[in-house]
């Protein structure tokens, strides 16, 4: 960053630089970075909140008169107020006189730092009274996965996001967002902006994770050894940027990345191939979609591996789906691999039955129990962690895979289901065609079928 090196007189350490760097050449306006304790993140703000007030030019953005706002959050208002001061000292001690010249002294306070030019850095403690309606041109929520309050406990990060973000809008792609964190559960604002942004569902999104190690050198992962030892979950997400999954979260994010292969859409059939299909039906208008999931098996025992060969989905936006337009193209592609069994769950599996077999398809029905969910998703996840299925390229299912969640019940049986905001149709059709290829339940037909293609493929 050769403006800190240069105006401020700051020399950042290189995965520092290269962070900062790499998302000012990705063009994306919001960046989540996850980084491990004493990376110098309150430094890196800093450094940004200077160049966003003195360098950039938002002249054509704002009306004559109109103040504009760089605002990092903090979790309290003590480390609000270090931000504010962190930004202040760099300013003193920058070798370029005309920066300190920029700033008003006596206008600033604990909390602010006040620009001559019309431009002022607010740091702000989490609150959901955050204020609303500042015009923002570079918000900062520092800690986001720590960000809690006595009154909306955890919710307070999200609150807090959705209070101002919307307030960068005013500048459009230069309205920037940059949260920073050391990692902890698998929920909260901080984990759902990492989520869709390593998903790829949050295409303006740049995400960046390294531990503190990396990002500061004058720490070994040696020192920490005794950190590691006295607490390996806590130091693996202070240290180590990692999130902690058994807050809740049921799929391993780092293994579904792994198995996402890039480019791949759609694999068109093959022969010689058994395929396995798998729906999950739904018609009203605004829901979940109806999904439907085509997969198969290469290879035999554990040295098999599961190819997810396409996901398909209808959605009813304003009105309910047209049923026999549905079933006319699951039926048709049905047949385009040679499947001649659909597996679904209970859903309207009368009418489905009726409507598939009218189409030269059966349906099997398997109730969505507890355990059978539990079963059927311990398979993929057994699968993920062996690396033994591939994924397609598709954002909206990675980001329902990385958002499943489980729950205990009061029977004690475990309940895994998307996270509150998200859904998980397409990661239900994914695992129920693993399940049935991995493990098939669905009979002797499965069976039987199985067997002929590995003998077919031996011979």
């Known amino acids: 960053m050769p403006f800190a090196r240069e105006h401020l007189g700051l020399e950042f350490y290189p995965r520092q630089r290269q962070v900062l760097a790499r998302w000012s050449k990705s063009g994306k306006r919001k960046a989540v970075l996850a980084l491990g304790r004493r990376s110098g993140k309150d430094l890196m703000a800093g450094a940004a909140s200077i160049y966003n007030a003195v360098i950039e030019d938002y002249s054509a953005y704002l009306r004559p008169g109109e103040q504009r706002f760089i605002v990092p959050v903090a979790t309290r208002v003590e480390q609000a107020r270090e931000l504010i001061r962190v930004t202040k000292e760099l300013l003193l001690n920058a ?35 955050s204020s609303r309606g500042l015009a923002i041109s570079l918000l900062i929520l520092n800690e986001a996965a720590h960000m809690m309050t006595t009154e909306d406990g955890y919710a307070a990060g999200q609150e807090v996001y959705r209070a101002l973000q919307p307030s960068t809008a005013q500048f459009g ?10 990692p902890k559960w698998c929920s909260g604002i901080f984990w759902d902006l990492y989520s869709a942004g390593i998903s790829g569902a949050a295409e303006d999104t740049f995400v960046a994770q390294h531990s503190t190690w990396e990002m500061n050198p004058t720490i070994t992962r040696k020192s920490l050894e005794a950190d590691f030892q006295a ?11 990692e999130f902690i999954e058994g807050a809740g979260a049921y799929l391993p994010a780092g293994q579904i990345r792994v198995c996402r292969k890039a480019g791949r859409h759609v694999l068109p059939p093959a022969e010689d191939v058994w395929y396995v299909a798998a729906a999950d039906p739904a018609f009203a208008a605004g829901g979940d979609a109806f999904t439907f999931c085509i997969g198969h098996r290469v290879g035999s025992g554990d040295e098999s591996t599961v190819v997810i060969d396409r996901i398909d989905s209808w959605r009813g936006k304003r009105s309910p789906l047209n ?43 398997q109730p969505l129990h507890n355990e059978l969910k539990a079963d059927i998703f311990g398979t993929l996840k ?36 998307a996270s509150a905001g998200h859904k998980d149709d397409r990661a239900m059709v994914v695992a129920t065609v693993a399940h049935a290829l991995f493990k098939p339940t669905q009979g002797r037909a499965f069976t039987e079928a199985w067997e002929r293609m590995a003998a077919r493929k031996t011979a």
Do not use: W
């Open 95 to 129: 070798p370029d006189p005309d920066l300190a010249e920029l700033v008003d002294f006596e206008a600033s306070t604990l909390d602010e730092v006040v620009f001559r030019t019309g431009v002022t850095v607010r740091a702000m403690p989490c609150s959901s009274r």
């Open 173 to 182: 792609e230069r309205g920037y967002v940059m949260v920073m964190s050391s």
């Open 231 to 241: 607490d390996p979950e806590s130091a693996r997400a202070e240290y180590g940027a």
């Open 323 to 365: 049923s026999d337009k549905v079933l006319d193209e699951i039926a048709a592609l049905a047949k385009t691999y040679g499947i001649r069994r659909v597996i679904s769950d209970q859903y309207a599996v009368v009418p489905l039955a009726d409507g598939l077999k009218r189409r030269g398809i059966k349906l099997i029905a």
């Open 382 to 417: 057994r699968l993920l962690n062996m690396e033994s299925i591939e994924l397609p390229d598709d954002p909206a299912l990675a980001s329902e895979l990385i958002n499943l969640q489980i729950r205990p019940t009061p029977s004690g049986k475990p309940h895994i289901a």
